[in-house]
């Protein structure tokens, strides 16, 4: 039996316990969504502001994430209008003690793609979400997922092709 997405009771406690599960999920999330380092604390912020303003209105019987995905993908948007530059494209999030030219690569190549594909990779393929639940987040169709994924791994693998310089 799966463990509940929430703790019982819509409390405090309850709140409290989401925030220390999901943060490194939406810190993680703000910066694939192309949110810049610096602005990712502000970020976190303010999604959890947007769940405890709106904390009545959950549905205790449904999975959170999704709920706090979409929420963070309206922040990184909001931020990307609000500071008028260039998108930083995917942002590495992990700093590693030591450089992985292979992970190096595919962060460069994730960059490449359109945000619409780069999110369902992203989504499916790294945070391990099912094509169903991304079709929630992403608020589409499921056939748009798996039409996305399949376009966005053709485009990943032409992307590390061109970077590895090979013909």
Known sequence: MREPDRPPGGGL??????????FDYVWRSLGRLGMPTPDLADGVHEVFLVLHRR???IDPARPIRPWLFGVARRVAAASGRKARREPAGVVEIEA?????PQRDLLWAALATLDDDRRLAVILHDLEGHTAPEVAVMLEVPLNTVYSRLRLARADLLAAVTKLRGAP
């Open 55 to 57: 904390w009545a209105e």
């Open 13 to 22: 406690d309850a709140f409290d316990a989401i925030y220390e599960r999901e």
């Open 96 to 100: 590693p003690a030591v450089r992985d």
